[in-house]
């Protein structure tokens, strides 16, 4: 079932609308011919065709949506959890579609918006300690009633909550987390956050809980930590202690900031997501906001992204070979197609199939669902389970920043957004970290999480590279005309000064709060 035609390394698609079985138009992709040397710069482009004009389209947007074909696939994209028996198929998906996949996210600039998504830890103010479910799940409930939000269930259990293009969402350790819709401008992107954690904190402080912008549970043990009642997160915490020492840690006692942005063609997505991975460790050193376990300082600056050198490396870090001649969507699609699978939702259940891959699902050898073909639902699933630095699925994901205080969530996109969707700041980016070596960028990775901006690089410090990164993205936010360059204020006292947000908490810990971790509670509170 090949979506896409294949010029050397660059995918083109066309969208058209055609009837399914049920009577309804569904948009799916079809292959188009064009030059390679055209395609690399242009995006993809969709176009809606109906058969029949006295037909009423029904269209399954492409933002949030898979990507189906006449005849074979009519296609509805999971929520959490994810839809089933949404794809009927009568053919069986190739490896072509998958990078179709990918390649849908191709958008022309005009239509490039900024994803942010946060985590907190929430806790009872009196106790400090980590919410329950049963006070997530009356959290869950009120923000709904109070403010019109439609409640997600896993079973008997909410889960979540959607409103528009927002979800709010549950993660392993009772992390509430907010992924936000895709805004056009970073002022939207925090009126977003200011919008929901005023949301939050009229239902939280009723009833005695509060919530903490930090990286890394500064507090308690994994044993104080609830457990969800997710599905997925069972597999995952059974399968984690195989592949790591601290993907237990990683589950229940991490709490990131991320951006996730568009590309406008295969070759955009490469220069950005190089980039991306390029400069990861230092967008990690100036959020770093991670330095406590269990009540004492743990010797990290970033306990968090250390935590994923340890994790499963099967499917975490920094992905040299994207800085491959060859990389592209379907380089990225064979990395996925052998990161072990954790599962398969059927039948409102999720089946374990972890050390099996996609690639067997595509071949219908998955052990746990014998003789079974995927959908694009699972293939959208399994992509959600790969964890690097940077992650491509329709758009790229930043996913190097500590969770912090509220302004920090602001900067962290504002960080992103001056560099990649400036074509003058990206460009002086790439030529920066052209000759990094593999070795370099991993000695950053590596180093980053217990040095910040001190870590030792070349002739000098990874400071003063980082002075001159967040100067350009200052520029390109000048240059897109928001106004939007103070919402570097946050980190531009960090690189002026060199002190990572971590180390200001250090000296706290030292000083002004006598080495007692309680009062972090205080100084991060939302």
């Not at 056009?184 to 005695?208: D, F, R, W």
């Not at 060199?498 to 200001?504: H, I, K, L, Q």
Request: proline share 5%; hydrophobic share 40%.
């Amino acid at each position: 079932m090949a979506l896409i035609s294949q010029t050397g390394s660059s995918y083109c698609m066309r969208a058209e609308m055609f009837q399914n079985k049920t009577g309804q138009n569904v948009v799916f992709s079809r292959a188009g011919h064009v030059e390679a040397s055209k395609l690399k710069d242009n995006c993809i482009g969709f176009s809606a065709l109906s058969s029949n004009s006295s037909r009423k389209a029904h269209i399954l947007h492409m933002d949030n949506a898979a990507v189906g074909q006449k005849r074979r696939y009519s296609v509805v994209v999971a929520a959490s959890p994810p839809t089933e028996d949404a794809v009927i198929a009568t053919e069986p998906l190739t490896k072509e579609d998958l990078v179709a996949y990918l390649a849908s996210g191709c958008k022309p600039k005009e239509a490039w918006r900024i994803g942010t998504e946060h985590e907190k830890f929430g806790f009872e103010l009196k106790t400090l300690r980590p919410m329950k479910y049963e006070q997530i799940s009356e959290l869950f409930n009120g923000i709904a009633e109070r403010f019109d939000w439609e409640k997600v269930m896993e079973g008997d259990y909410i889960i979540g909550l959607k409103q528009g293009k927002q979800s709010i969402s549950l993660e392993p350790g009772g992390q509430f987390e907010l992924s936000g819709a895709p805004l056009e401008t970073l002022h939207q992107t925090c009126a977003e956050v200011n919008s929901h954690l005023y949301q939050v904190k009229a239902v939280t402080e009723e009833m005695g809980i509060g919530f903490l912008g930090i990286g890394f549970q500064p507090k308690w043990g994994i044993k104080d930590i609830p457990i969800m009642p997710k599905g997925r997160y069972e597999i995952m915490r059974n399968y984690m202690p195989k592949v790591g020492t601290l993907g237990l840690d990683m589950m229940f006692r991490t709490c990131t900031v991320q951006v996730n942005l568009d590309f406008s063609s295969e070759r955009d997505m490469i220069r950005k997501f190089r980039a991306g991975l390029a400069l990861q460790p230092i967008a990690t050193a100036l959020f770093a906001n991670s330095p406590f376990t269990e009540g004492k300082p743990n010797g990290f600056l970033s306990m968090r992204s250390q935590i994923w050198t340890d994790t499963d490396n099967n499917r975490t870090g920094m992905l040299p070979f994207v800085f491959d001649e060859s990389f592209g969507f379907e380089q990225y699609v064979d990395y996925a197609l052998d990161v072990p699978m954790y599962f398969v939702y059927r039948n409102k259940k999720y089946i374990d199939c972890t050390d099996m891959t996609f690639r067997d699902f595509l071949a219908g050898k998955l052990r746990c669902i014998p003789g079974e073909l995927p959908t694009l639902n699972d293939w959208e699933n399994h992509l959600t389970t790969i964890f690097p630095e940077v992650r491509l699925k329709r758009y790229l994901e930043m996913r190097g920043a500590d969770g912090g205080p509220w302004r920090r969530l602001c900067a962290l996109p504002a960080f992103w957004v001056g560099i990649l969707y400036d074509d003058v700041s990206l460009q002086n980016v790439l030529d920066i970290t052209a000759d990094w070596t593999p070795e370099e960028r991993q000695m950053l990775r590596n180093k980053v999480p217990i040095t910040g901006l001190k870590t030792p690089f070349r002739d000098g410090l990874l400071k003063h590279v980082a002075q001159d990164v967040v100067k350009l993205a200052k520029d390109g936010l000048e240059r897109r005309g928001f106004k939007e360059s103070g919402f570097l204020n946050e980190v531009a006292e960090v690189v002026r000064t060199g002190v990572t947000p971590a180390e200001t908490l250090l000296e706290l810990y030292n000083g002004k709060w006598e080495r007692q971790i309680d009062p972090v509670f205080q100084e991060l509170l939302y």
